[in-house]
């Protein structure tokens, strides 16, 4: 059993993750700011008869990030699996010169920074045991550049590179670091399909259940040999 903590766990890819590992029989810890959606998961998971612990948290925020890691690796010992998947995308959109230098940096310390942190955060613990998975969620925006999300492609786009940069730095030690690339994803089953239709050539969206599939395997033993991989769950996207 592994202990793994899911960042923005509360909808679409993280709360499908956190149930993907629960389904697995590992802890999970769930990161998010969202507190009614984060207790209504909380609760499906204790349903499941599997232990699970919840913390309101900006990602944004270092203090309450270390405060969280530190309550966690207390409960638990270690945190073993680290998904980062919190991330802002919605309302972050359009010409960009129609946004300003304060939309930037609230992606930036969320996309890029609420990531980095959390890995500086559990780390130490995973190299002191000679074992840990991280899985960063990036977007296929950071892969090919959005014209109408160039500051979101931008942090997208940091995650790719961090990914490989960390990975490279400790492999080594036991510890694996990997990203998914998602592409056009539902972000519920009652999300209108119309729009993957238009751009994959599997000519559909994916859904938050298989990019978590993905995340699990990355975060498994068969998966030791993996590292520094941005991998891309796109749908053989055809067109921006």
């Known amino acids: 059993m592994k202990t793994a903590l899911i960042t923005g ?3 679409g890819i993280g709360r499908a993750a956190a149930l993907e590992f629960a ?8 990161v998010d700011m969202n507190e009614a959606a ?3 998961l909380k609760g499906e998971i204790e349903a499941m008869g599997r232990e699970v612990t919840a913390y309101p948290c900006d990602v944004s925020d270092e203090a309450r990030v270390r405060e969280v890691c530190a309550a966690a690796v207390e409960k638990y ?4 699996i680290l998904v980062n998947n919190a991330g802002l995308y919605r309302g972050y959109w359009g010409d960009f010169l129609e946004t300003d230098s304060a939309s930037w940096r609230r992606l930036i310390d969320v996309n890029i920074l609420g990531t980095m942190v959390f890995c500086h955060a559990l780390l130490p613990g995973m190299l002191e ?4 998975r991280i899985v960063n969620v990036g977007s296929v925006a950071g892969e090919y550049g959005l014209p109408s999300f160039v500051a979101y492609s931008t942090t997208k786009g940091a995650i790719s590179s961090f990914t490989m940069a960390l990975a490279k730095a400790v492999s080594d030690r036991g510890v694996t670091v990997n990203s998914i690339v998602p592409g056009m994803i539902r972000s519920s089953e009652d999300d209108p399909d119309c729009k993957g239709r238009q751009v994959n050539a ?3 969206s994916g859904t938050p259940e298989e990019c978590a599939k993905l995340i699990a395997f990355l975060a498994s033993d068969d998966a030791a040999y993996i590292s ?4 891309k769950i796109d749908g053989c996207r055809r067109q921006l």
């Open 23 to 30: 389904r697995l029989g590992h802890r999970t810890v769930l």
């Open 77 to 80: 010992g270690a945190v073993d």
């Open 38 to 40: 984060l207790a209504a």
């Open 202 to 204: 599997v000519d559909r």
């Open 9 to 11: 766990a509360a909808q």
């Open 129 to 132: 045991k000679r074992w840990g």
């Open 228 to 231: 520094g991989q941005n991998y």
